[in-house]
């Protein structure tokens, strides 16, 4: 079983376009994470939910949406996507902050 | 607020060369410091934590609270080493990578 699986896992699309990046973890964990990387390989959280509330919110555009529908999903929604929006967006969930991360694939995001 | 320095961006060695990943962090209270890896288009995976204080595929960290270090460690790399490796400090609410280190494990 993946312990935390997201979903689609590349996805290419037009600038101006929204779009959506499922996760789902099976974990039982009470944390989830949204990370981005980008391509130099540099990982910069973007978000950090406990419990379905949000947490930590790094200065990300408000064009991305966080939305835990409950403490298993923690979805990412894009509006208006620009070309800048390309990048590796990794799915997480770990048991309290202090303890393993453990990460999804990771959806590969192309705005053309 | 903490941070965490990974000074090298690429990292070359021969297969049976010893590696050490350099690892720097800042912050004022007592952190847990973690090893991550990421082969080639897969996902992240934890190596190693130090508050375990276990070998994994042959690499050590040692916390150094005086130098705020956990640099990473092996004695014979190889070739499989070949990788992304990112150090993160997990505090309260919040985990900080580093911006990582690829290391080339040359045959």
């Known amino acids: 079983d993946t312990a935390v699986s997201q979903t689609p896992k590349y996805l290419v699309t037009q600038m101006g376009n929204d779009k959506s990046i499922k996760c789902e973890q099976n974990l039982g964990h009470d944390t989830m994470y949204w990370y981005k990387q980008d391509s130099k390989k ?22 991305f949406s966080p939305k835990s529908p409950d403490k298993a999903h923690l979805n990412l929604h894009i509006n208006s996507l620009e070309l800048g929006d390309s990048a590796v967006y990794f799915c997480a969930g770990s048991r309290g902050a202090g303890n393993t991360i453990y990460f999804g694939e990771g959806s590969w995001l192309t705005v053309v | 607020a903490q941070r965490v320095t990974q000074p090298e961006k690429l990292l070359s060695v021969f297969k049976g060369a010893p590696v050490e990943l350099k690892c720097n962090y800042s912050y004022s209270g007592s952190p847990e410091l973690f090893w991550y890896v990421q082969y080639s288009r897969q996902r992240l995976q934890l190596l190693l934590r130090h508050i375990s204080r276990e070998s994994i595929k042959g690499f050590t960290a040692d916390l150094n609270k005086g130098e705020t270090s956990f640099h990473l460690k092996k004695p014979f790399a190889q070739e499989e080493d070949s990788a992304m490796y990112y150090c993160a400090i997990h505090a309260y609410q919040k985990v900080t990578f580093g911006t990582g280190t690829k290391l080339q494990v040359i045959p």
């Open chain 1, 42 to 63: 540099f990982l910069k959280i973007m978000f950090s939910y406990n419990n379905k509330e949000l947490i930590i919110n790094e200065t990300v555009p408000n064009r």
